[in-house]
């Protein structure tokens, strides 16, 4: 009962704010502890013209668009995955709450964890990863520095498919004229290769960014998951701040 009611708040809702969602459809399913549900109202109606043997005509088109749910029983988190405008998020939040967890979500606490980007500023800063992983290689390919106490960036990207450390030249360079120490990292690129499998000709790859204080692009699923645990084994992810630590970018 709970996934039809969610399938008919989504279709309301948006029929309601922006005029389509007419139809709603909404497919679960668990994997490693989160519970994913997947969202497909229908969006705006198109028309597709196109041949049918020799008559030319003009189809109606009914497409959907998609909206990932997803939820850590053990955490008790939430997030919410959709192209476009990010507007709906705390609606859909609230939407979902009620539907599926038969609660009403209380004031939005802020997220006070930050990620400790400086230390791969370094070349010699190591990944720490296991052959169960199936990473090969895991390079960082772009750096943003942001200069203490100014609205002052620099972003450094480079191709690491020959020279791992290119970025790493790129920052020699850049530390000439400013100190490194007077610069902190904001964001980083990272490219991580998995080891090639017998089914494919080329080894896969993944590239993601993350961003001070505590944004990551990477998904919750997949080798996704595998490329998180990676970044909490090297010590890279949010953490709650020091009580004495005032240095921000």
């Known amino acids: 009962m709970s996934i039809r009611q969610l399938e008919q708040s989504l279709s ?7 005029g389509r969602g007419e139809n709603c459809k909404v497919d679960c399913y668990n994997r490693n502890e989160l519970d ?3 969202a497909y109202p229908e969006d705006y109606a198109q028309a597709r013209v196109e ?15 998609e909206i990932i749910f997803v939820y850590s029983p053990n955490d008790g988190t939430l997030d919410i995955y959709l192209t476009g405008d990010r507007k709906p998020v705390p609606d859909l939040q609230a939407i979902f709450a009620d539907t599926i967890l038969n609660a009403k979500l209380g004031p939005d606490e802020k997220d006070e964890r930050v990620y400790d980007l400086n230390p791969m500023r370094a070349r010699q800063f190591q990944f720490v990863y296991g052959p169960e992983s199936g990473i090969a290689e895991v390079a960082v390919k772009k750096l943003r520095l942001t200069v203490y106490g100014k609205k002052e960036h620099i972003v450094l990207d480079a191709d690491p498919t020959y020279n791992k450390h290119a970025v790493f030249d790129l920052v ?5 004229g400013i100190p490194l120490t007077q610069m902190a ?10 080891a090639q ?7 896969g790859t993944r590239a993601f960014d993350i961003g001070w204080p505590n944004s990551c692009s990477l998904k919750h699923d997949g080798r996704d998951l595998i490329i998180r645990k990676m970044l909490a084994d090297s010590g890279i992810e949010p953490r709650e701040p020091a009580k004495d630590d005032s240095a921000t970018p």
Do not use: C, D, L
């Open 172 to 176: 020699n360079k850049v530390a000439k």
């Open 51 to 65: 041949w049918v043997g020799k008559e030319f005509q003009r189809r109606p088109h009914h497409p959907a668009f």
């Open 185 to 194: 990292v904001t964001q980083v690129g990272i490219k991580v290769t998995f």
């Open 197 to 203: 499998s017998p089914k494919s000709r080329k080894p």
């Open 12 to 18: 309301n809702y948006f029929h309601k704010m922006q």
């Open 36 to 38: 994913y549900f997947f």
